[in-house]
């Protein structure tokens, strides 16, 4: 493994042969991008020998060797092509979050030589170049980080889905912890949890938890459950919902107490209308208007859904008046007949 700016790196020996896979597999990657992009233009060379050689400078392939030994540990196979891409994969994307930083923290040198933002300021003075050196150098620093993260895009086209899902949470979460950090700095920040959470996700889950996931995810040997940060939108929180129909139910939508059958619990289609009783039947056919009636001092509403919603008192029972315009035909003939009768 090639390590010019940081030859005290200390890497273990059984794992140095992944890492010189890993570098060759970029190495070709880079290669073929330089021989197409050049015959479109000479000057589009110069970013991508710049990152040719910011990967080859050197690094402890850290992020790598936790996937693989993850890999492996779940029972992968060591010449698994998806396991190299996936750790070339991650070694870019650490490129580009180094490019990334040296131009947000102003640092001049990473890995022993002059930061990839300074080094084109410089040349921009060198040459007389048009407008502010130092804008111009950190915009090729970050162009150059993004070739490298599109090129680790490229590397995972081929990976299985959980894979992918881990190493979108990957990325979001250095971005995570990059903007507390930013944030943090700029307040002037004293504050311990605030440290604590940015090592957590800018350093702990980014360089050892993602890439074991990674490597696991790889072989097919995820435990779902403790993947995702993500609360309480999580894809768990999802699965769990899955599984419980009727909490997932009730959490989203609430139903009024009077469309509910107490008994049942079941649904019940609420009605525009009152039911009607047999009283209310027989005056049915009424027009929906107010008559006096001669019994009663009130007025009483001849609608029939009224009429069966009101309160009676037991001793004055609601009856239909022969004499009330209101009465149908056939109620007046059986009045009359009873009348016969009695007679």
């Known amino acids: 493994m090639h390590q010019s700016g940081r030859p005290d790196a200390g890497f273990p020996s059984s794992l140095v042969p992944v890492a010189a896979r890993i570098e060759e597999r970029i190495r070709d990657l880079l290669d073929g991008e330089l021989a197409r992009w050049r015959a479109v233009d000479p000057a589009l060379a110069e ?27 779940a029972g992968g196979d060591p010449q698994d092509k998806a396991a190299i891409d996936a750790g070339a994969a991650l070694e870019l994307v650490h490129t580009f979050a180094l490019l990334h930083d040296d131009v947000m923290d102003g640092s001049d040198r990473r890995r022993g030589v002059d930061a990839v933002h300074h080094d084109f300021a410089l040349r921009h003075e060198r040459h007389g170049g048009r407008g502010e050196a130092r804008r111009y150098g950190e915009g090729i620093a970050i162009l150059v980080g993004d070739f490298a993260f599109v090129y680790a895009d490229q590397l995972m086209r081929d990976a299985p889905g959980a894979a992918l899902d881990i190493f979108d949470e990957l990325r979001i979460e250095l971005c995570v912890g990059q903007s507390l950090d930013l944030m943090g700095t700029a307040a002037a920040s004293t504050d311990a949890e605030l440290a604590h959470r940015i090592a957590r996700f800018k350093s702990g889950k980014y360089t050892v938890e993602r890439p074991l996931h990674l490597g696991a995810a790889l072989a097919g040997r995820l435990d779902a459950r403790s993947v995702t940060s993500r609360q309480p939108e999580s894809r768990w ?43 209310s039947k027989t005056c049915s056919s009424a027009p929906a208007r107010a008559t006096k009636s001669s019994s009663t001092s009130h007025t009483s509403y001849a609608t029939p859904a009224l009429r069966s919603r009101r309160r009676r008192s037991p001793t004055k029972p609601a009856t239909c008046s022969i004499n009330s315009p209101s009465t149908s035909r056939g109620a007046i003939d059986d009045r009359t007949r009873n009348l016969g009768r009695r007679a």
């Open 47 to 73: 970013p991508l020998t710049t990152l040719r050689a910011f990967v080859d400078a050197g690094g402890k392939r850290l992020r790598p060797a936790f996937c693989h030994c993850a890999f492996i540990g």
């Open 237 to 279: 929180a999802t699965t769990c919902a899955k599984e419980n129909p009727r909490r997932s139910l009730r959490s989203r939508r609430r139903v009024p107490r009077q469309q509910i059958n107490k008994r049942s619990r079941a649904w019940v289609r609420p009605t525009s209308r009152p039911r009607m009783s047999k009283q």
